[in-house]
């Protein structure tokens, strides 16, 4: 796994707004039980310091912003139970035009394969590159740093993205993720051509995807080698724990005020594959925040850092009060992680189960 450089300590971190944008999630009563929590993660061989490139915003940043969005509400409407949009052909090389309905109920129409491509999903930008579609990318949001290639595109805003700006790239197709829901309407009210993406919320799901964007992009036969090189390494690593009777249990941690991810989304997923008991199992929501007691009571021996990149390490989890009980810390296994191969639905997940079979097993995976 590549290292990344440090943050400069001159570039601002967005602690500050996380913590204001995510406010509406702290929603739970005080007097309700403990809950348990977990977090995505790799592991680095590398020092903190190295985790995270210059300029770089950790995916954990793009997953808080989608915490604030899912909680808190906000689209015109709900998002559909399945994540994944639907194609309505069904042969391997689709024919255009081609109809999709999309995560917002939408049927989009792709007249023909699409030739200028805005992506403003990091996940989908690194899809698109995996199954040759890059040379049709315009545009990206300013978080899609992978591959190197995708540095060079031109960016676009991605919080609070700008159809007047997209539309002068003259896109015959824009790609929004789960953070953008409340975007879509006023960029197809320019007459932009949108396909909108929930996050997947499984392994399965960003298969699915990776699937969809071939179809999209008249690119199936490049999506479907890429996802069958993909199945072909994670199958690896669960074959390699398959006589585990049973795994560590993990907390992953989105931030230091205890986000993590539950079972049901494609970063607890990971760690199903791999057999870890995740502590956020039977949380109330994908994405939970946990009360420190609860992390504590729920005794991880792995701790996952997601947000190594705003200052957390193994000392400052060992300061924190009533952790140096915990089994993770008593034991030394609390490691930072590089988040964009956990937290981004794309390619390199498979990148991100392995590196999280060598932290959990690392007699086993080397």
């Given at each position: 796994?590549?290292?990344?450089?440090?943050?400069?300590?001159?570039?601002?971190?967005?602690?500050?707004?996380?913590?204001?944008?995510?406010?509406?999630?702290?929603?739970?009563?005080?007097?309700?039980?403990?809950?348990?929590?977990?977090?995505?993660?790799?592991?680095?061989?590398?020092?903190?310091?190295?985790?995270?490139?210059?300029?770089?915003?950790?995916?954990?940043?793009?997953?808080?912003?989608?915490?604030?969005?899912?909680?808190?509400?906000?689209?015109?409407?709900?998002?559909?139970?399945?994540?994944?949009?639907?194609?309505?052909?069904?042969?391997?090389?689709?024919?255009?035009?081609?109809?999709?309905?999309?995560?917002?109920?939408?049927?989009?129409?792709?007249?023909?394969?699409?030739?200028?491509?805005?992506?403003?999903?990091?996940?989908?930008?690194?899809?698109?590159?995996?199954?040759?579609?890059?040379?049709?990318?315009?545009?990206?949001?300013?978080?899609?740093?992978?591959?190197?290639?995708?540095?060079?595109?031109?960016?676009?805003?991605?919080?609070?993205?700008?159809?007047?700006?997209?539309?002068?790239?003259?896109?015959?197709?824009?790609?929004?993720?789960?953070?953008?829901?409340?975007?879509?309407?006023?960029?197809?009210?320019?007459?932009?051509?949108?396909?909108?993406?929930?996050?997947?919320?499984?392994?399965?799901?960003?298969?699915?995807?990776?699937?969809?964007?071939?179809?999209?992009?008249?690119?199936?036969?490049?999506?479907q080698r890429v996802v069958a090189q993909m199945r072909t390494r994670i199958e690896a690593v669960t074959q390699g724990v398959a006589d585990v009777p049973q795994g560590p249990r993990?907390?992953?941690?989105?931030?230091?005020?205890?986000?993590?991810?539950?079972?049901?989304?494609?970063?607890?997923?990971?760690?199903?594959?791999?057999?870890?008991?995740?502590?956020?199992?039977?949380?109330?929501?994908?994405?939970?925040?946990?009360?420190?007691?609860?992390?504590?009571?729920?005794?991880?021996?792995?701790?996952?850092?997601?947000?190594?990149?705003?200052?957390?390490?193994?000392?400052?989890?060992?300061?924190?009060?009533?952790?140096?009980?915990?089994?993770?810390?008593?034991?030394?296994?609390?490691?930072?992680?590089?988040?964009?191969?956990?937290?981004?639905?794309?390619?390199?997940?498979?990148?991100?189960?392995?590196?999280?079979?060598?932290?959990?097993?690392?007699?086993?995976?080397?």
């Amino acid at each position: 796994m590549a290292g990344t450089q440090a943050r400069p300590s001159t570039q601002p971190l967005p602690h500050e707004p996380l913590a204001s944008a995510m406010g509406c999630l702290c929603w739970r009563p005080r007097a309700s039980p403990p809950r348990t929590m977990v977090r995505r993660f790799t592991v680095s061989r590398f020092p903190l310091r190295s985790l995270f490139r210059p300029g770089r915003a950790p995916t954990a940043l793009l997953l808080a912003l989608a915490f604030a969005t899912v909680a808190c509400g906000g689209g015109e409407e709900a998002a559909p139970a399945t994540s994944t949009p639907t194609v309505a052909a069904t042969t391997s090389a689709p024919a255009f035009p081609l109809i999709v309905t999309d995560s917002s109920n939408t049927a989009v129409t792709i007249q023909a394969p699409p030739q200028r491509i805005i992506s403003y999903s990091p996940g989908a930008t690194e899809i698109l590159f995996a199954i040759g579609a890059s040379e049709r990318v315009v545009a990206v949001d300013k978080f899609s740093d992978y591959p190197e290639q995708a540095k060079r595109l031109p960016k676009l805003e991605y919080s609070d993205p700008n159809p007047e700006a997209a539309l002068a790239h003259q896109p015959d197709l824009v790609l929004f993720a789960t953070r953008q829901r409340d975007q879509v309407k006023p960029f197809r009210d320019l007459k932009l051509n949108v396909l909108y993406q929930q996050e997947a919320s499984s392994i399965d799901g960003v298969y699915e995807q990776i699937i969809l964007l071939g179809r999209v992009t008249g690119n199936s036969e490049q999506a479907q080698r890429v996802v069958a090189q993909m199945r072909t390494r994670i199958e690896a690593v669960t074959q390699g724990v398959a006589d585990v009777p049973q795994g560590p249990r993990v907390f992953y941690e989105v931030t230091k005020d205890l986000y993590t991810a539950a079972p049901n989304t494609f970063i607890g997923g990971m760690f199903i594959a791999i057999k870890a008991r995740n502590i956020a199992a039977g949380a109330p929501s994908p994405f939970p925040q946990l009360t420190a007691e609860a992390v504590i009571a729920a005794d991880p021996e792995v701790v996952m850092l997601g947000d190594a990149a705003f200052g957390e390490s193994y000392d400052t989890v060992a300061k924190r009060p009533g952790w140096a009980a915990v089994s993770a810390v008593k034991n030394r296994r609390v490691y930072a992680i590089d988040t964009n191969i956990v937290d981004r639905p794309g390619p390199r997940i498979a990148d991100g189960i392995e590196a999280l079979a060598r932290a959990l097993y690392p007699d086993r995976f080397k």
